[in-house]
């Protein structure tokens, strides 16, 4: 069965510093992956997605991550926090099935990203 | 190009009353997609769905949830006599189908269960 961890249910950063947002996954079969942030009271919004190839993915927002199969790993990353990145994160995963529809995600318990003035 | 539509927003209901939520599929997309998220949790799947036909509803309470997405109009997530367990932000996605599209999240309904 697929499942997602994400580290950290809290992570507080400084104005211009490093975001890192961890996420592990277990899957049977190769992944894909996703990360979603959430603004209160609102929907998610894709930031961004792995499914094959190159494995360091860039996203919206100056956000990046990278896939690695041998740590099952997806680890989202920002190097300069800005305070409209004060959100919630999703790290989700979904197997392809459904003739190829990637609707049925398994999402990990969210990170609330904090940043500092 | 209109997003995911749901509607209500917000809605309120007294224990046993029951709760209809509408979920308007992105223009082209036909696969729509529940999902309930509770305090302090990620969101959960409920049931994905094609016009007139549910694909997969693994993830539905075996009692009191239904949904439909019928030939024309909106995907109705249906909750009969609600209990306060069920207060939650229930999130509809749609994708167009096809192999290796994304899908895309409405901005929720959030029912409150007094």
């Known amino acids: 069965a697929q499942s997602v961890t994400q580290l950290g249910s809290h992570v507080s950063v400084s104005e211009g510093a490093l975001v890192l947002l961890r996420c592990n996954y277990s899957s049977s079969v190769p992944p894909y992956l996703f990360w979603y942030v959430q603004y209160p009271n609102q929907g998610l919004q894709l930031l961004l997605k792995y499914t094959t190839g190159a494995t360091l993915v860039k996203g919206i927002n100056g956000f990046e991550a990278e896939f690695k199969k041998s740590e099952t790993s997806f680890h989202l990353t920002k190097p300069s926090a800005h305070m409209s990145d004060a959100a919630e994160y999703f790290c989700?995963?979904?197997?392809?099935?459904?003739?190829?529809?990637?609707?049925?995600?398994?999402f990990g318990k969210g990170t609330k990203l904090s940043v500092k003035p | 190009n209109a997003g995911v539509m749901q509607n209500p927003r917000h809605l309120v209901r007294r224990r046993g009353q029951e709760a209809r939520l509408r979920c308007s599929p992105m223009?082209?997309?036909?696969?729509v997609y529940w999902y309930r998220q509770l305090p302090e949790e990620g969101l959960k799947f409920m049931v994905y769905?094609?016009?007139?036909?549910?694909?997969?509803e693994s993830g539905m309470p075996k009692e009191r949830f239904s949904a439909e997405f019928p030939k024309e109009g909106p995907s109705i997530l249906r909750i009969q006599q609600v209990v306060r367990g069920d207060s939650a932000a229930y999130f509809c996605?749609?994708?167009?189908?096809?192999?290796?599209?994304?899908?895309?999240f409405g901005e929720g309904s959030w029912l409150t269960v007094v």
């Open positions: 769905l094609q016009k007139e036909n549910i694909i997969d």
């Open positions: 223009k082209g997309h036909s696969h």
């Open positions: 996605a749609s994708s167009p189908g096809a192999s290796g599209n994304t899908i895309y």
């Open positions: 989700a995963v979904s197997e392809v099935n459904y003739g190829g529809s990637q609707g049925n995600l398994i």
